[in-house]
Structures are given as C-alpha cells and as structure tokens.
C-alpha cells in the first residue's frame, strides 16, 4: 500500500485576507479536517512563488482511503463550513498524489 497525499489548492483573490485566513486554517479549518478526515498528518504551506497561494496536505496510509475523502460527508462539511466563511474570496482545487518514492537524507 501506497501513502496519499490530498492536497488542497487555495488561492485568495485579495491578499489582504491573508493573516484573517492563515488564523482561521491554523486554529478551525486544518485541526477539524485532520480529525474528521482521519488522515495521519496535516500540514500547510504558503507559496513564496505567490503570496496569494495557499497549501493544505493531508497524508493517509494508503491511495484508497485517500480517494474515500473526496466522497465523504466529511469533505463535504468542510466545503460547506470554507465557503461558509470564505465564499467566493477564495478558490480552491483538490489533488490526489500517490507517493511514488520518498528518501531521508541519511538514505
């Protein structure tokens, strides 16, 4: 079994959203979909390419329950909650990558 990534692509469309959204994925939005998506891990980024692009990566054991998420009751709460809050502010694309090789620095 392969480990899965989501990856959730968010652009704002004004950056001065952006310390209002960082606080709100930080302390709402990334623990709650950790916890209900089960994944193993979840963590984000901001794009140094582009202030506006924000990154969200939930890791799951195995590419199945990866692309189980994208069905469930679960996205589908925290899509209606991120455009509860966010509505057309912000725009957003999900991906689902399979790890195909991963090596540590002591490899």
Same mark, same amino acid.
């Given at each position: 079994?392969? #480990?899965?990534? &989501?990856?959730?692509? %968010?652009?704002?469309?004004?950056? =001065?959203?952006?310390?209002?959204? +960082? ?25 140094? #390419?582009?202030? &506006?692009?924000?990154? %969200?990566?939930?890791?799951?054991? =195995?590419?199945?329950?990866?692309? +189980? ?39």
């Amino acid at each position: 079994m392969a #480990t899965a990534v &989501l990856i959730v692509r %968010a652009r704002l469309n004004n950056l =001065s959203d952006r310390q209002k959204f +960082d606080n709100w994925y930080r302390t709402e939005h990334l623990p709650v979909a950790v916890r209900e998506f089960k994944a193993q891990r979840g963590w984000r980024c901001w794009s140094r #390419t582009n202030p &506006l692009v924000h990154i %969200a990566l939930y890791e799951f054991p =195995s590419v199945e329950e990866a692309e +189980d998420i994208l069905d469930s009751a679960a996205l589908a709460a925290q899509i209606a909650e991120f455009d509860r809050v966010w509505g057309t502010e912000v725009t957003r694309t999900r991906e689902i990558v399979e790890v195909a090789e991963e090596l540590s620095a002591r490899s």
